[in-house]
């Protein structure tokens, strides 16, 4: 343990800042790898298919850049999302499709081209209404963030779905 503490004078190891790399991922690898995915066995039941993009020049274990992750969500048709809320926050875009998301028992519907905002440690479910074609969602979270203070924390609603109380 000895060994691995140091001192730092003061600002010193903060200049230069890290360099991080502009990245690109085309529309092409981006479907290709949705599309891979969603055939795989195990999906996890809150979120479907996912597809997160990673800048390993962040440094970090995920991260788009160091502190915001995006990530492309691909919800099935008829697919209802396990309701569950983290620290973090998030935006969706919808680039296709049509459905509703549940925000702590409001429910917001949502088609291709909207935008929604996701509050911290709000209870959320994504559904997909449509019931032959699929819907995704461009979600941007500040997770990395959250993971780098410490505070990253996520929780499942027991029973898996909210009540409704009130249509957006
Ligand atoms: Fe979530």
């Not at 903060?14 to 529309?27: D, L, V, Y």
């Not at 875009?93 to 911290?120: C, F, H, N």
């Not at 969602?137 to 909210?162: K, N, S």
Request: net charge negative; glycine share 10%; hydrophobic share 35%.
């Amino acid at each position: 343990m000895g060994e691995q503490r140091k001192f730092i004078t003061y600002l010193d190891s903060m200049s230069p800042p890290p360099r991080i790399q502009p990245m690109k991922w085309t529309r092409e690898e981006i479907y290709e790898k949705l599309e891979q995915l969603r055939k795989a066995p195990k999906k996890d039941p809150r979120a479907g298919t996912v597809a997160s993009l990673y800048n390993p020049s962040t440094g970090n274990v995920m991260g788009t850049t160091p502190s915001i992750l995006a990530g492309f969500q691909w919800i099935e048709p008829g697919e209802h999302g396990q309701a569950h809320r983290h620290t973090f926050a998030g935006i969706y875009y919808v680039v296709r499709g049509r459905g509703y998301t549940v925000v702590d028992g409001q429910k917001i519907e949502w088609k291709e081209g909207d935008v929604l905002s996701l509050p911290a440690w709000s209870f959320h479910e994504n559904v997909n209404t449509d019931p032959n074609e699929p819907a995704i969602l461009l979600g941007v979270f500040d997770l990395p963030l959250m993971m780098g203070l410490r505070t990253m924390l996520e929780e499942e609603l027991e029973g898996g779905y909210q009540e409704i109380k009130q249509e957006v």
